[in-house]
């Protein structure tokens, strides 16, 4: 698996984040957002207000979870 950090686009705006399981970590995301249980308020409110086709993910950066 990989660790990282990440972006979340919806228009002009971003979300940047971190994680040590990128394969997975955006789908985390959409499922929280999907359930309206998302942590981060805003995120929430522009997943809600947009739809998720507004919404793209992309990787940063990538690096080797065992250093």
């Not at 249980?37 to 990538?62: A, C, M, V, Y």
């Amino acid at each position: 698996m990989k660790c990282g950090v990440y972006r979340i686009r919806v228009g002009r705006k971003q979300y940047i984040g971190s994680t040590v399981r990128l394969e997975d970590r955006w789908q985390d995301h959409r499922i929280q957002l999907r359930r309206g249980k998302h942590t981060n308020q805003r995120l929430q409110q522009l997943w809600d207000e947009s739809g998720p086709d507004q919404f793209s993910f992309e990787i940063i950066e990538t690096c080797d979870e065992s250093h």
